[in-house]
C-alpha cells in the first residue's frame, strides 16, 4: 500500500464537541498578524508538515442505542512504521472489545474485525461519491486553496493561546461540502483546532462533527494530536449515536 494511501484512509477513519476555554487576553511581544496573512500562514504551516505520519495512534470507538445507553465499546492501539520495503505499514499493539482481549483475532484480520467494520464493496474511503471523502482534504493543504472560501471571525483563545476565528467551505468535490471553523494563532497562524460538518449531511446521518486538535511536537513540528467525531442517525431502523477518539503521536516522515 502506498503511503498516500495509507495515511489518508487512517485519516478518513478518524471520523465531540469542542469545548472552549475563555480567559482574560494575554499582552504577547509579538504583533498580531493580518486575518489573511493568519491563512496563508496555516497554508505554508500544511505544506511543511501535513505529509507526516503518526507512528502511534490510538482508538476508542463507542456506540450508544437511542435510550443513550453504552452498548459497544472498542479500544485499540496501532504502531505505524516503514517496512524493509520502504512501504507505510502498521500493526496492531493490542485491541480489546467490549472489555475482551481481542488482540489475536484483529491481528490476524485487521479490516474484518475492525470497528468500523468491513470495506463497502466497489467503493474506498477516497472515492469522489463518498460523502465522507472530503474529510481526507484539509482546508489547509496548499493544492486545494482554490476551492477553499473562508471569512475571518471573531478573537478567542484555545488552551491559553489567543485566536482568529474562521468560517470555511471547501469544495473537496465529495458528494457533501465541508464546512467548519478553524482556529489560528494570532501570533503565527498555527492551527489550533477545526470543527468540521458536512453539507448535506449523508443519507440515514442525522448529526456529524468532526474535531481535529493540533500541537507543536517535542521538536517544534506542527502535528494533530487528537481527531473526534460524533454522529447520530438510523441504521437498519436502529437509533444509534457514535463517538470516536483517535490519539496520535510520535510522528515521523516516511521518506
Request: without cysteine.
Amino acid at each position: 500500500m502506498s503511503y498516500s494511501r495509507f495515511y489518508r484512509s487512517i485519516r478518513g477513519a478518524a471520523l465531540v464537541s469542542a469545548t472552549l476555554v475563555g480567559a482574560t487576553l494575554l499582552v504577547l511581544a509579538v504583533p498580531d498578524a493580518p486575518a489573511d496573512e493568519l491563512w496563508s500562514q496555516a497554508v505554508s504551516l500544511h505544506r511543511e508538515y501535513g505529509t507526516l505520519v503518526p507512528g502511534r495512534m490510538q482508538i476508542r470507538f463507542q456506540q450508544y442505542n437511542a435510550r443513550n445507553r453504552l452498548i459497544s465499546d472498542d479500544e485499540s492501539e496501532v504502531r505505524i512504521f516503514v517496512d524493509a520495503s520502504g512501504e507505510v505499514s502498521s500493526e496492531i499493539v493490542f485491541a480489546r472489545q467490549n472489555g475482551r482481549d481481542v488482540t489475536a483475532e484483529r491481528q490476524r484480520n485487521p479490516s474484518g474485525s475492525s470497528p468500523f467494520g468491513p470495506p463497502q464493496s466497489g467503493s474506498t474511503q477516497e472515492s469522489d461519491g463518498n460523502a465522507f471523502s472530503g474529510l481526507l482534504k484539509s482546508p489547509f493543504d496548499p493544492d486545494e486553496q482554490s476551492q477553499v472560501t473562508f471569512l475571518a471571525g471573531s478573537l478567542d483563545e484555545i488552551n491559553g493561546t489567543r485566536a482568529r476565528k474562521y468560517s470555511f467551505r471547501h469544495d473537496t468535490g465529495a458528494s457533501s461540502i465541508t464546512v467548519g471553523t478553524a482556529w489560528l494563532s494570532l501570533s503565527d497562524g498555527m492551527p489550533l483546532r477545526i470543527s468540521l460538518q458536512l453539507e448535506p449531511t449523508p443519507r440515514f446521518v442525522d448529526e456529524f462533527t468532526m474535531v481535529q486538535s493540533f500541537a507543536r511536537d517535542a521538536v517544534g513540528r506542527w502535528v494533530n494530536v487528537l481527531t473526534t467525531f460524533e454522529g447520530s442517525g438510523s441504521f437498519l431502523f436502529l437509533r444509534r449515536r457514535i463517538e470516536s477518539t483517535f490519539v496520535f503521536s510520535e510522528y515521523f516522515a516516511p521518506d
